[in-house]
């Protein structure tokens, strides 16, 4: 019954915007670390961002550092990521995850601590 659900992909020119959401059910999302990764055809798995429990701080990859942002919708039990100034190189599956557990600041950047993961929603940024 636990799911998350990544939505708001789709194909872009390079220096335009998207925003990515990942609706939670069967859990409370705030109580959870959330990350994004993307993977490329052919690439391993990338941290791209990620949020801590409530009063916790962000963290983002140096490759997204100023033109992403991620934040939280408690009301809506759903985390979003914002991509401003796409690039050709930021085309991906992008994916959303909930670790379960973690202290209350910081978060995760091994994929390998999430404990839930969404289908994925593809992310292509071409002229």
């Known amino acids: 019954q636990v799911q998350l659900v990544e939505s708001g992909g789709g194909l872009v020119q390079p220096g335009g915007s998207l925003r990515l959401s990942c609706a939670a059910s069967?859990?409370?999302?705030?109580?959870?670390?959330i990350g994004w990764f993307r993977q490329a055809p052919g690439k391993e798995r990338e941290w791209v961002s990620c949020i801590a429990r409530s009063i916790g701080g962000t963290l983002y990859a140096d490759s997204v550092k100023g033109r992403f942002t991620i934040s939280r919708d408690n009301a809506r039990n759903t985390v979003y990521l914002q991509m401003n100034n796409l690039k050709p190189e930021d085309t991906a599956v992008y994916y959303c995850a909930a670790q379960e557990t973690g202290g209350y600041y910081g978060c995760a950047e091994d994929h390998r601590k999430y404990d839930y993961w969404g289908q994925g929603t593809q992310v292509t940024v071409s002229s």
């Open positions: 069967g859990f409370t999302l705030d109580a959870y670390r």
